[in-house]
C-alpha cells in the first residue's frame, strides 16, 4: 500500500515502525501489549490487523492505535517528543488525504513489489494466527476429552465400554467380521488423546510448586524485594550514578536475569536443580525473567515446570506466574538460538501467583527528569544530597536513591550531616525511629534505611493539635504554601 501514500504519512509510518524494531517486542509482542484502555475499552486490534496498519492499510483511522504505539514502544525519556512528532504527521497526512480526495483521479497505477512484499507478509501473519487458532481449539478438545475420560472413571468404566459392559474392542475378530468399532476422537486427522494419569501428574507438579511458593512468600514480598535488589545491584549507583534499567548495557541487561535468579534462591532458600535452574519442593523448575512482556523458550525447556518473572520499569510492576511449557503452546518460528516465544493459548494458560504487583519504589524514577537532572547537577556529594531530601518531600526516600546521588559508601553520613542544614529551611528529616512522628503528622512511614522528609511550620494559638508533632516544647504541623519558612527548634524524638 505504499507507493500511494504522501510524503508525511510515509514519513509516519517509517517513525512508527521504527518504534516497534527499537522496542525490541516486535509486531507479535506489540499485538499482546495492546489493551482495551488504549481503544476507549474496545477490543484492540489483533497481529493481522496491526500488521496491515503498519503496511499503510487503514492508517488514516488509527489513531488510537498510533498513540498506544507510542505509548508502549518509546522510551521514558522520548515519549513525549515522539508523542508530539507524530501528532504533527497524523494532521499532516490527515490534510494531504483529504487534498488527494478533492484531486481528480489518476489512473490506476500497477502494483509495486513494496506492495506485493506488504501483501506477502500479511499473508503470513494471517497463517500464524490460524496456527494459534487451531493449536487453541486442539487444547479445547483435549480438555473436553480429558473431562470425559474423567466422568467415565467416576462411574467406574473405562472408554468406550457401554452400560451393560460390552467392550467391542474385547470381542475376538474372524476374517468375516467387520473390524471393531473405533473410539470416538475429536479429531480424526491423527490427533492422539492424551492420557488422564499424564493429566494429572501435570496439574499435581503445578500445584506442588505454586503451594511451595505460595508457603515461602505469601504476600510476594520476597520475590519483589529479590527483584529490586537484583536491579540496584546491576545499576550500582554508589559507583556509576545510573538509577534506571534503560542507562545499563546491553550485556548487563543480558546478565539480569541471571541475577535475579541468583539473588531470588537466596531469598526464598531454594537450591539449584540438577538439570533445571531451582528445585522447589523436589520439582525440577526453570526461571524464565523478562523486562519485556515475551519470554523465549528452548528445547530444553518443553515438557518442563517454568517459573515467569516479568517486569515493566515504566509501569513499575512486576508479575510472577508457573507454566508447564508444552510444544503446541509455542509458536512455530524461532529465533537463531531456536528458541520460540508463548502463542495466545500459551499466555492464557500462565497460571499467575502474583500479577501486576507494585514494584519496590526507586524514588528518582519518581521524579520529574528535570527534579533528577537538577540534582545531579552539583558537583558535590553534599549539595546533591540536599537537593534531594528538599526536593523529595512527603514521600519515602529509599537507600539506594540516597546512595546514586550521594555516589560514596556511607551516604548515611551525608544525611545526618545534612540535616541541621534543613532544619534552618524548617525542613524535619525522619527515619525509622521517628516511625510515630511520621504517623502523627500523615506522612508515609519510613522503613529498614529510608528517610522521609517534610517542611513543618508552628501551630498558632487555638489551632488544634491534631496532624502535629512536639519539637522541644511547641507543636509543629506540615507547612502549608504560604506560610514562611521558620527554622526548627530541634529534631523530633526518636521511638
Not at 512508527?16 to 484502555?37: K, T
Not at 470425559?148 to 462411574?155: C, E, N, P
Not at 468375516?176 to 486427522?189: S, V
Not at 506522612?443 to 522521609?452: D, F, R, S, T
Request: aromatic fraction near 4%.
Amino acid at each position: 500500500m505504499t507507493a500511494d501514500l504522501d510524503a508525511d504519512t510515509t514519513e509516519l509510518l517509517r517513525v512508527l515502525r521504527e518504534l516497534v524494531d527499537r522496542s525490541g517486542i516486535g509486531l507479535r509482542g506489540l499485538s499482546a501489549a495492546l489493551r482495551p484502555e488504549h481503544f476507549k475499552g474496545a477490543e484492540p486490534p489483533r497481529y493481522y490487523a496491526v500488521s496491515r496498519c503498519l503496511t499503510g492499510d487503514g492508517i488514516g483511522n488509527a489513531g488510537p492505535l498510533i498513540s498506544a504505539i507510542v505509548e508502549i514502544c518509546a522510551t521514558p525519556e522520548e515519549r513525549e517528543a515522539k508523542a508530539a512528532q507524530v501528532e504533527r504527521l497524523k494532521v499532516a497526512s490527515r490534510a494531504a488525504s483529504q487534498t488527494r480526495r478533492k484531486a481528480p483521479k489518476a489512473p490506476a497505477a500497477k502494483a509495486t513489489r513494496s506492495w506485493e512484499a506488504a501483501e506477502l507478509e500479511a499473508a503470513r501473519s494471517r497463517i500464524i494466527e490460524l496456527h494459534e487458532e487451531l493449536a487453541a481449539a486442539r487444547r479445547r478438545a483435549e480438555e473436553s476429552e480429558r473431562s470425559l475420560a474423567l466422568l467415565l472413571g467416576m462411574f467406574g468404566r473405562p472408554w468406550g465400554v457401554s452400560a451393560d459392559g460390552f467392550n467391542p474392542q474385547a470381542v475376538p475378530q474372524t476374517d468375516a467380521q467387520d473390524p471393531p468399532p473405533k473410539r470416538p476422537h475429536a479429531f480424526e486427522a491423527g490427533l492422539d488423546v492424551p492420557v488422564l494419569t499424564r493429566s494429572r501428574s501435570e496439574a499435581a507438579r503445578i500445584e506442588t510448586v505454586a503451594a511451595e511458593l505460595r508457603a515461602l512468600d505469601p504476600r510476594g514480598e520476597r520475590i519483589a524485594g529479590a527483584l529490586r535488589t537484583a536491579m540496584d545491584e546491576i545499576l550500582d549507583g554508589q559507583h556509576t550514578g545510573r538509577y534506571q534499567l534503560s542507562q545499563l548495557h546491553r550485556s548487563e541487561k543480558s546478565y539480569l536475569g541471571t541475577k535475579v535468579e541468583i539473588v531470588l534462591a537466596n531469598a526464598l532458600g531454594l537450591e539449584p536443580g540438577e538439570q533445571m535452574d531451582l528445585s522447589v519442593a523436589g520439582c525440577e523448575v526453570d526461571l524464565k525473567f523478562t523486562m519485556g512482556r515475551h519470554w523465549l523458550f528452548g528445547a530444553e525447556q518443553v515438557g518442563q515446570v517454568c517459573l515467569l518473572l516479568q517486569l515493566d520499569e515504566a509501569r513499575s510492576e512486576w508479575s510472577a506466574g508457573l507454566l508447564l511449557v508444552e510444544e503446541d503452546l509455542l509458536l512455530p518460528g524461532a529465533n537463531r538460538d531456536g528458541k520460540r516465544p508463548l502463542s495466545r493459548p500459551g499466555r492464557e494458560s500462565i497460571q499467575w501467583l502474583f500479577h501486576r504487583m507494585a514494584l519496590p519504589h526507586n524514588t528518582l524514577l519518581g521524579l520529574a527528569p528535570g527534579q533528577v537532572a537538577a540534582i545531579l547537577s552539583y558537583r558535590s556529594a553534599q549539595e546533591r544530597v540536599v537537593e534531594l531530601l528538599r526536593t523529595a518531600q512527603h514521600r519515602r526516600i529509599n537507600p539506594a536513591s540516597m546512595a546514586t546521588v550521594a555516589m560514596q559508601p556511607d551516604y548515611m553520613k551525608r544525611v545526618r550531616d545534612v540535616r541541621p542544614r534543613l532544619a534552618q529551611e524548617g525542613i524535619v528529616v525522619l527515619t525509622r525511629h521517628h516511625q510515630q512522628s511520621a504517623l502523627a503528622l500523615g506522612l508515609p512511614v519510613p522503613e529498614g534505611g529510608e528517610v522521609v522528609t517534610a517542611r513543618l511550620a508552628p501551630i498558632g494559638e487555638g489551632e488544634p493539635d491534631a496532624g502535629s508533632i512536639e519539637l522541644d516544647g511547641s507543636r509543629w504541623a506540615l507547612a502549608r504554601p504560604g506560610d514562611p519558612v521558620v527554622p526548627l527548634p530541634g529534631p523530633p524524638q526518636a521511638h
